[in-house]
């Protein structure tokens, strides 16, 4: 097999195949979301889509005690979910290799923080692998499986978006199941953590991180390259690449095991250059790491938070930024938003129009929060909408203005369903509104316990939503259809008064599950009197002419689903020609 | 010699898939290529952009403002957003439509006007990619257009370019993404002939 082009998440699976992972898990989060796809997609594996990651690393956990090799993926806020068995399982370490891609998203292209998951590995104590590219990837996560197994320990391998959704060219190479482990003994000194055992197991926690600090001096993970010797930089995973591009004479000290890391490797490299540099993304780990042992550093002026760019490495080291185009380009912002026969779209509009305070989720229908529809007042992590709704009205509510907790199917599975039995059990009050879209939507489609799509297709069943909430407690559930605006809406004017905990489930599939599109709709400019109640919509298809202030919908974007036909009281959106009619925009 | 290309649009208009394209051939034609996207929430509609690097020896898969050697816009307004990414002596091909966010949609804020005049001044190409598209016999191939409009101009042979863009899309639509391409690749000629 010649050199193939693979993402930096397909070589993670690439390379977890070759190390003989039998067993993959994970949730979708971008941007490590492909990674399990890929493994999925291989052979003689099986892979499964968890509920949440802290499920997803505790059946890795078991796949482990069991002795198969187990690949667990997940994005950087993911692992705070997984956190919990992580921090244990460092004390357990593992029987089968079990090794953890966290995708950090630095500069936050599709996350809610920017956190730098080097910290876990510390605050773990289990070691991190920082591949900058593909072909790292692929070699970095097969050794991780050895790693794990030889120390004892779950193996980290970090990547960012921009080894993610990289892609560059990587030579597969062929599978090696390791041999049978010997026969499972039952072993509670190293798998049941009572304090009686788990005191013991912190001890040898110890010893094995001092193995591998001295594996961290000789592995061939970590280079010192060396060129003009004036400058040093020491860095980890895609910033190496940037700085060899930036700056390409320096040398270099890249460290692929960005935890632990030994003093000698780092006072080797310090001796031979004049001026010891830290380049990193995001977080100052590595140079907190390097000034704790003693090392000095030489500060220059990086970016403290979003991405670095050969460009930014290249001005904070002082160097001219090239020759620019002068023009005036600036653009109105371009946020992304609903697509147009989105089933999300009507619940915001209906939810705006009832003036709720909107405690909010993590998932497409975020963009709720956008103007027009600007109906939302909270996201802070998956799940936590239902307990904040809850919250808020210990506190008293929020005024005359109700409160709704709008979640989605995937996260309502995920952590929403957690919060929504401790508000049934304490006599919470709560209107919770679940999108039941039918699927994993933002992160490119995945299946999920609602709506039963397993990731390698293997039959499964749809949770009930409305038998499980029955099931706690809560007398008023009912389904809805959003597309039919006047029902979500009286649904949710009747549900906000009532004095106990009440649940609509929305229920409409996703609009890119939609095959069948509608005729597109026109404005009749005769009818239009520029109320502009169409145009809150924040339908993409939808816009205000500039000139006449009349609304217009642009028939190639349209998808027919009738949202606005509902909304205008004049009659004025009717059914119009085929699209391909690519007339004057 | 390192090339680096940015193409850029509003997401879901396919940039993803005309990066790959482009990807592919670079390294059918033998050269090391590194691609650089995107995914999630700016692909619901948001403004995006993938960069595709290719050469004999490279590094960072990320490229900065001065340094793109030919920009690929599906979009005016993309267009103008990263124009400060291409080198003064950098081309541009551009799709000449428009497609107003959200905020101008909603009169928010104004829409921009006279970016043709701007982009022209600036040396850009235009190629109704859309236009072709429908031409060719499906509509979902402008980006391949583009590719086409791309291809003119790059060192790549014409049968690596339409084989690789055989074995990626659909087997139903071979044949309209290869008039796409065709399409683009006449357009681009023509359009840099006549300056």
Partial sequence: MGRILLSGNESVAQGAWEAGAVVGVGYPGTPSTETLAHFARLPDVYAEWASNEKVALEVAAGVSLAGGRVLVAMKHVGLNVASDPLLTLAYTGVRGGLVILVADDPGMHSSQNEQDSHNYAAFARVPMLDPCDSAEAMAFTREAFGLSERFDVPVLVRSTVRVSHAKSLVEPGSRAVPDDQPAYKTNPAKWVMMPAMAKQRRLDLDRRIDELTAFSRETTLNRAEYRDTSLGVVCSGVTYLHVREALPDASVLKLGLSFPVSPDLISEFAEKVDRLVVVEEADGFLGRTLLAMGFSLDSVPLPTSGELTPGSIRQAFGFEPPPLREADTSMPPRPPLMCPGCPHRPVFNALRKLRAVVTGDIGCYTLGALRPLAAMDSCVCMGASISMAHGAELAGGMGDRPIVAVIGDSTFAHTGVNGLISSVYNAGTSTVAILDNRITAMTGHQGNPVNGITLQKRPSHEVDLIALCKALGIERVRVVDPHDLEAAEDALREEVTHEEMSVIIFKAPCALLVKDKGDPYAVDEEACTKCGLCIKLGCPAIGKNEQTSKAYIDTAVCVGCGQCVQVCRYGAIVHSGPACDLGGV | ?195
Avoid at chain 2, 12 to 38: C, F, H, N, P, R
């Fill in chain 2, 1 to 195: 010699m390192l090339t680096t290309v940015m193409l850029c649009g509003v997401g879901g208009q396919g940039t993803i898939l005309a990066a790959d394209l482009l990807a592919k051939v670079a390294a059918a034609e033998g050269l090391e290529v590194k691609l650089s996207e995107v995914h999630g929430m700016s692909q619901r509609g948001g403004s995006v952009d993938t960069v595709v690097k290719y050469g004999d020896e490279l590094f960072s898969p990320v490229t900065d403002p001065g340094m793109v050697d030919h920009m690929v816009a599906f979009e005016l307004m993309e267009a103008m957003r990263r124009i400060h990414y291409v080198r003064p002596d950098g081309r541009m091909l551009v799709n000449p439509r428009a497609i107003q966010p959200l905020p101008v949609l909603t009169g928010d804020l104004p829409a921009p006007h006279g970016m043709q005049a701007i982009l022209e001044e600036e040396g850009a190409i235009f190629i109704d990619a859309d236009l072709l598209a429908c031409e060719a016999g499906s509509p979902k191939s402008a980006n391949v257009v583009l590719m086409g409009a791309l291809s003119w101009g790059l060192p790549f042979a014409l049968e690596t370019w339409n084989d690789v863009i055989a074995s990626r899309v659909p087997p139903k639509t071979i044949e309209a993404n290869l008039n796409a391409f065709q399409l683009g690749r006449a357009a681009c000629q023509k359009g840099e002939c006549a300056r």
